[in-house]
C-alpha cells in the first residue's frame, strides 16, 4: 500500500500539445458555407447562422444591431409570441446575438425535434418584417436603456474610448437617444433582405450531428433560400483615430472615476499576437497579475482592474480598465503608467513568467470541455483567415516567450505617452 506524502507537492505536467477537432465541410448550392463538429455524445445541437454586417452607415448607425435583435418579432406568417411558444414547446432554446463584425442566431436542440425547429428559424431569416408596434417598442425599451446606462461611468468611459480609437465606423459606435428615432420598418426590411441571405452565411453545427440531421439541415436550407439580387456590401470605412489623446468627463459627485487607457493595435493574424497576449496576462490579464497586486492588492484603489487585447476583423484595440475611487484616480493613472514602463525596462522575472506561461495553457486547455468549445477555436480562426496551425504557433509562441522578447516587444508596442487616456468621473 502506498502511503501519499502530503508535505510532498504533486507532480506538476505542463501542457504538450492542443488537439483540436476539425470540422466537416459542404458548401449548399445557395453558397452558405456549413461546418459542423461531431461529438457523437448527448442528443443536443447547437446551430449557428453567422452573418457578416453590412457596411457601417454613419447616416444610420443602428440598422446592423436593430435588425439582428429584431429578427424574432415576427415574420410574414408567425408572430414573436408564437416563435417563442413553438421553440418552448420542444425545449430548445433560441437567441440572436450581434457583435461588432457579425450577427449571428444560434439554436439549441435536442436532435429529436429538430424536424420541428428549423421551420422557425428558416422563417425567420427568410421572412423576418419587423412589425411597426413592435419596432415602436423597441425604440421605446433601447432608449431608456441606454439612459439608464449613460448614468454609469464605466459605460460612458467605454464608449469615449471605442470612438477616439476607431471614429466613425462600426467599432466606434456611439449611439444616441435620437438615433433610435431614425430606424424605420422600411429600412429595417431592406437591410434584412440584403444581409441574411445564403451567400453572406456561414452555418457552424456542432453537437450530435448524424447523417440524417445533416440531410435535414440540408433539405431545409438549401431549398426556399435564395440569394437577393444586390450581393450584400460586407466592406467597412478605414479606421480615423481621434488625434486627441486624453478625454475628460468630470462627475461632480461621482464617488468612483471610470479609467481606460488604451491604443489601437494589432489583431489575431500579427505574428506578434501570441506573444502579446503573454505580455499582457503579465500585465493585467489575469488575477495574479501586476495591476492586481500594484492598485488592488497594493494599494486599495480598486476592487478590481485589467488589461486586455481586442482582435475584429479589420482592427484591434489594447486596454487597462477599471474603477477606482474618484479621489485617488489620478494616483491609479501614475501607478498604470509605472507598471506599463517597468515591462519596457527591467526583465520578468523566471518564476512570475513560469507561472503565468502555465496559467496561459492551462486556461486554453480547460476551455476546450465540450464540442462547443472545439467550434467557437473555430470560428476565431476562421473568421480572422486563419488555419489549425495558428493554435500549434500560438502554443509554442507561449511557451517560448523568453523575457528579453518580452521587454523588446514592450517597447515596440507601448508608449504611455501616445496612449488614449480617458477618465469619467473625477480626476
Same mark, same amino acid.
Given at each position: 500500500?502506498?502511503?501519499?506524502?502530503?508535505?510532498?507537492?504533486?507532480?506538476?505536467?505542463?501542457?504538450?500539445?492542443?488537439?483540436?477537432?476539425?470540422?466537416?465541410?459542404?458548401?449548399?448550392?445557395?453558397?452558405?458555407?456549413?461546418?459542423?463538429?461531431?461529438?457523437?455524445?448527448?442528443?443536443?445541437?447547437?446551430?449557428?447562422?453567422?452573418?457578416?454586417?453590412?457596411?457601417?452607415?454613419?447616416?444610420?448607425?443602428?440598422?446592423?444591431?436593430?435588425?439582428?435583435?429584431?429578427?424574432?418579432?415576427?415574420?410574414?406568417?408567425?408572430?414573436?409570441?408564437?416563435?417563442?411558444?413553438?421553440?418552448?414547446?420542444?425545449?430548445?432554446?433560441?437567441?440572436?446575438?450581434?457583435?461588432?463584425?457579425?450577427?449571428?442566431?444560434?439554436?439549441?436542440?435536442?436532435?429529436?425535434?429538430?424536424?420541428?425547429?428549423?421551420?422557425?428559424?428558416?422563417?425567420?431569416?427568410?421572412?423576418?418584417?419587423?412589425?411597426?408596434?413592435?419596432?415602436?417598442?423597441?425604440?421605446?425599451?433601447?432608449?431608456?436603456?441606454?439612459?439608464?446606462?449613460?448614468?454609469?461611468?464605466?459605460?460612458?468611459?467605454?464608449?469615449?474610448?471605442?470612438?477616439?480609437?476607431?471614429?466613425?465606423?462600426?467599432?466606434?459606435?456611439?449611439?444616441?437617444?435620437?438615433?433610435?428615432?431614425?430606424?424605420?420598418?422600411?429600412?429595417?426590411?431592406?437591410?434584412?433582405?440584403?444581409?441574411?441571405?445564403?451567400?453572406?452565411?456561414?452555418?457552424?453545427?456542432?453537437?450530435?450531428?448524424?447523417?440524417?440531421?445533416?440531410?435535414?439541415?440540408?433539405?431545409?436550407?438549401?431549398?426556399?433560400?435564395?440569394?437577393?439580387?444586390?450581393?450584400?456590401?460586407?466592406?467597412?470605412?478605414?479606421?480615423?483615430?481621434?488625434?486627441?489623446?486624453?478625454?475628460?468627463?468630470?462627475?461632480?459627485?461621482?464617488?468612483?472615476?471610470?479609467?481606460?487607457?488604451?491604443?489601437?493595435?494589432?489583431?489575431?493574424?500579427?505574428?506578434?499576437?501570441?506573444?502579446?497576449? @503573454?505580455? #499582457?496576462?503579465? $500585465? +493585467?490579464?489575469?488575477? *495574479? &497579475?501586476?495591476?492586481?497586486?500594484?492598485?488592488?492588492? !497594493? =494599494?486599495?484603489?480598486?476592487?478590481?482592474?485589467?488589461?486586455?487585447?481586442?482582435?475584429?476583423?479589420?482592427?484591434?484595440?489594447?486596454?487597462?480598465?477599471?474603477?477606482?475611487?474618484?479621489?485617488?484616480?489620478?494616483?491609479?493613472?501614475?501607478?498604470?503608467?509605472?507598471?506599463?514602463?517597468?515591462?519596457?525596462?527591467?526583465?520578468?522575472?523566471?518564476?512570475?513568467?513560469?507561472? @503565468?506561461? #502555465?496559467?496561459? $495553457? +492551462?486556461?486554453?486547455? *480547460? &476551455?476546450?470541455?465540450?464540442?462547443?468549445?472545439?467550434? !467557437? =477555436?473555430?470560428?476565431?480562426?476562421?473568421?480572422?483567415?486563419?488555419?489549425?496551425?495558428?493554435?500549434?504557433?500560438?502554443?509554442?509562441?507561449?511557451?517560448?516567450?523568453?523575457?528579453?522578447?518580452?521587454?523588446?516587444?514592450?517597447?515596440?508596442?507601448?508608449?504611455?505617452?501616445?496612449?488614449?487616456?480617458?477618465?469619467?468621473?473625477?480626476?
Amino acid at each position: 500500500m502506498t502511503v501519499l506524502n502530503r508535505k510532498q507537492a504533486p507532480q506538476f505536467n505542463g501542457v504538450e500539445n492542443i488537439t483540436l477537432i476539425k470540422p466537416e465541410h459542404i458548401k449548399l448550392a445557395n453558397g452558405c458555407d456549413v461546418y459542423s463538429f461531431n461529438s457523437g455524445g448527448q442528443d443536443l445541437l447547437r446551430i449557428e447562422w453567422i452573418f457578416n454586417n453590412l457596411r457601417f452607415n454613419v447616416a444610420k448607425p443602428l440598422l446592423n444591431v436593430a435588425t439582428n435583435t429584431m429578427l424574432t418579432d415576427g415574420t410574414t406568417i408567425t408572430t414573436a409570441a408564437q416563435i417563442a411558444d413553438h421553440i418552448d414547446f420542444y425545449g430548445a432554446f433560441l437567441q440572436v446575438d450581434y457583435s461588432y463584425d457579425h450577427s449571428q442566431v444560434t439554436l439549441y436542440t435536442l436532435t429529436k425535434y429538430l424536424g420541428s425547429t428549423l421551420p422557425v428559424i428558416k422563417d425567420i431569416i427568410t421572412n423576418s418584417v419587423f412589425p411597426q408596434k413592435e419596432l415602436d417598442t423597441f425604440v421605446r425599451n433601447q432608449q431608456q436603456k441606454l439612459q439608464v446606462s449613460l448614468q454609469k461611468n464605466d459605460f460612458v468611459a467605454r464608449r469615449i474610448f471605442n470612438k477616439a480609437l476607431n471614429g466613425d465606423t462600426i467599432y466606434g459606435l456611439a449611439a444616441q437617444p435620437e438615433d433610435f428615432q431614425s430606424l424605420t420598418q422600411e429600412d429595417l426590411q431592406a437591410h434584412f433582405k440584403e444581409m441574411y441571405q445564403p451567400a453572406n452565411c456561414t452555418m457552424v453545427v456542432a453537437g450530435k450531428v448524424s447523417k440524417e440531421a445533416m440531410a435535414l439541415l440540408t433539405d431545409t436550407f438549401e431549398t426556399g433560400w435564395e440569394n437577393q439580387p444586390a450581393i450584400a456590401d460586407i466592406m467597412q470605412p478605414v479606421l480615423e483615430p481621434s488625434s486627441e489623446r486624453f478625454f475628460y468627463t468630470e462627475k461632480p459627485g461621482a464617488l468612483q472615476s471610470a479609467i481606460r487607457i488604451g491604443t489601437p493595435f494589432i489583431n489575431r493574424t500579427h505574428p506578434d499576437f501570441p506573444a502579446m497576449q @503573454v505580455l #499582457n496576462t503579465v $500585465l +493585467g490579464g489575469y488575477f *495574479g &497579475s501586476r495591476l492586481m497586486a500594484n492598485i488592488r492588492e !497594493d =494599494k486599495g484603489y480598486t476592487y478590481g482592474i485589467g488589461s486586455g487585447i481586442s482582435s475584429f476583423k479589420q482592427s484591434g484595440s489594447f486596454f487597462i480598465a477599471s474603477e477606482v475611487g474618484a479621489d485617488v484616480s489620478h494616483s491609479a493613472v501614475n501607478e498604470i503608467e509605472k507598471e506599463v514602463n517597468l515591462l519596457k525596462k527591467d526583465l520578468i522575472p523566471h518564476e512570475e513568467l513560469s507561472l @503565468v506561461r #502555465n496559467f496561459m $495553457l +492551462g486556461s486554453l486547455l *480547460g &476551455s476546450l470541455e465540450n464540442v462547443f468549445s472545439h467550434a !467557437d =477555436k473555430f470560428k476565431n480562426l476562421y473568421f480572422a483567415g486563419l488555419d489549425y496551425d495558428y493554435y500549434d504557433r500560438y502554443t509554442a509562441a507561449v511557451k517560448s516567450a523568453t523575457s528579453e522578447e518580452l521587454k523588446a516587444l514592450a517597447n515596440k508596442y507601448w508608449d504611455f505617452d501616445n496612449f488614449y487616456k480617458v477618465v469619467v468621473g473625477k480626476y
